[in-house]
T-cell receptor, first 115, second 116 residues
Framework: ETGVTQTPRHLVMGMTNKKSLKCEQH?????MYWYKQSAKKPLELMFV???????ENNSVPSRFSPECPNSSHLFLHLHTLQPEDSALYLC??????????????FGPGTRLTVL | AQSVAQPEDQVNVAEGNPLTVKCTYS??????LFWYVQYPNRGLQFLLK??????LVKGSYGFEAEFNKSQTSFHLKKPSALVSDSALYFC??????????????FGTGTRLTIIP
């Protein structure tokens, strides 16, 4: 495995529910990412955190709320989602460096279904 | 702006034959290029990257990729395909001119099927 874990692996929720996705990286990286993967669409970057600070919010609806309490943990809080939000949500981490660029390591993802 | 294109949704190759998965990119500065593989119900796994140096990059599982600046391409190759290579392959690019930008742009993916 890559050293990035995600829980839960599968989640089914109603549109009025509140739930949270959790990501943890054991690689000592300083940057963490949330991506959305939908069928037949490119991977969509949602949020980027660098040293716990959010550096990118890719026009994501406010029903998705990220939280990064430290450089090893990343959460995605979900509230009043829509059926079109059903997708695989992937977390990734990397060692961010302004001079060179290091690869991102991905977790296994959370398969989210919104009913 | 940075972008990447994978022109083939699906590639089928007979086991033992060489394989190529195509990728072209567009950046304003120097490109940082990556290939990832995704197996069913798994996250993306890093295969290889080009940052600078030799145009031929070798990576995991016997894969390699050739950086071609004039054609703005970074095709993934393997001399002899295995059935276990069947998976979804993603090319990704970051614009080296954009310091501080952590954004990787991914292609739409190519499904590679190796036929026994």
């Amino acid at each position: 495995e890559t050293g990035v874990t995600q829980t839960p692996r599968h989640l089914v929720m109603g549109m009025t529910n509140k739930k949270s996705l959790k990501c943890e990286q054991h690689l000592g990286h300083n940057a963490m990412y949330w991506y959305k993967q939908s069928a037949k669409k490119p991977l969509e970057l949602m949020f980027v955190y660098n040293f716990k600070e959010q550096t990118e919010n890719n026009s994501v609806p406010s029903r998705f709320s990220p939280e990064c309490p430290n450089s090893s943990h990343l959460f995605l809080h979900l509230h009043t989602l829509q059926p079109e939000d059903s997708a695989l949500y992937l977390c990734a981490s990397s060692q961010s460096n302004a001079i060179s660029y290091n690869e991102q390591f991905f977790g296994p993802g959370t398969r989210l279904t919104v009913l | 702006a940075q972008s990447v294109a994978q022109p083939e949704d699906q590639v089928n190759v007979a086991e033992g034959n060489p394989l190529t998965v195509k990728c072209t990119y567009s950046v304003s500065g120097n490109p940082y290029l990556f290939w990832y593989v995704q197996y069913p119900n798994r996250g993306l796994q890093f295969l290889l990257k080009y940052i600078t140096g030799d145009n031929l990059v070798k990576g995991s599982y016997g894969f390699e990729a050739e950086f071609n600046k004039s054609q703005t391409s970074f095709h993934l190759k393997k001399p002899s395909a295995l059935v276990s290579d069947s998976a979804l392959y993603f090319c990704a690019v970051r614009d080296g001119a954009d310091f501080g930008n952590e954004k990787l742009t991914f292609g739409t993916g190519t499904r590679l099927t190796i036929i026994p």
